[in-house]
């Protein structure tokens, strides 16, 4: 069983500022990884797929990198609206997903 | 494309519920189906999964309880939950996998909640 570590589990931060989130897992899960964004009340929502592999109609400011059993997210220049709880998940074996990172606006 | 749980609702310990994911715009059959569920104020969790090929797999959490299934003629996905306990409480959702080899979930149902309590 593949666990994801997700850090840090909580962030505030100022419009403008970079956000990193870090996703490790227990062992290699090559770039089968996936970050989702998720407001209050609502579903998850793709944001990276494949580690750093881009999704139409995220806007550019959200990036990925890593492989392996390292991951990050990266939230260049915060928005407002970027309030929301970030998850990581690997399907490099059946699903797993990390515990979250929750990021709000001062 | 769009899913859509139904079947949610307070449930007594020990019940059974049966979950449905209605999908219009693709075929469901034909990808990698998942559900997944959310304990109030608690992260995602992995319940079960079905391949196109019709093979199933489940959390540890609820291996002997639920079932996954899929109905082809009416293209939608079912969870059949069985001796239902208080930490199944969640709301559950139904995801798709992209397809083309990519197991990334690229749309989500609304979710459903199911409350356990007596």
């Known amino acids: 069983e593949i666990v994801l570590t997700q850090s840090p589990d909580f962030q505030s931060v100022t419009p403008k500022e970079k956000v990193t989130i870090t996703c490790r897992a227990s062992?290699?899960?090559?770039?089968?990884l996936h970050w989702y964004q998720q407001k209050p009340y609502q579903s998850p929502k793709l944001l990276i797929k494949?580690?750093?592999q881009s999704i139409s109609g995220v806007p550019s400011r959200f990036s990925g990198s890593g492989s392996g059993t390292d991951f990050t997210l990266t939230i260049n220049s915060l928005e407002a609206e970027d309030a929301a709880v970030y998850y990581c998940?690997?399907?490099?074996?059946?699903?797993?997903f990390g515990g979250g990172t929750k990021v709000e606006i001062k | 494309v769009q899913l859509v749980e139904s079947g949610g609702g307070l449930i007594q310990p020990g019940g059974s519920l049966r979950l449905s994911c209605a999908a219009t715009?693709?075929?469901?059959?034909?990808?990698?189906m998942s559900w997944v569920r959310q304990a109030p104020e608690k992260g995602l969790e992995w319940v079960s999964v079905?391949?196109?090929?019709?093979?199933?797999y489940y959390a540890d959490s609820v291996k002997g309880r639920f079932t996954i299934s899929r109905d082809n003629s009416k293209n939608t996905l079912y969870l059949q939950m069985n001796s239902l306990r208080a930490e199944d409480t969640a709301v559950y959702y139904c995801?798709?996998?992209?397809?083309?080899?990519?197991?990334?979930?690229?749309?989500w149902g609304q979710g459903t909640l199911v409350t356990v309590s007596s």
């Open positions: 998940h690997q399907s490099s074996s059946l699903l797993a």
């Open positions: 715009g693709f075929t469901v059959s034909s990808n990698f």
């Open positions: 079905i391949y196109s090929g019709g093979a199933t």
């Open positions: 995801a798709r996998a992209e397809g083309s080899g990519s197991y990334a979930l690229d749309y």
């Open positions: 062992q290699s899960i090559g770039s089968s």
């Open positions: 494949y580690a750093s």
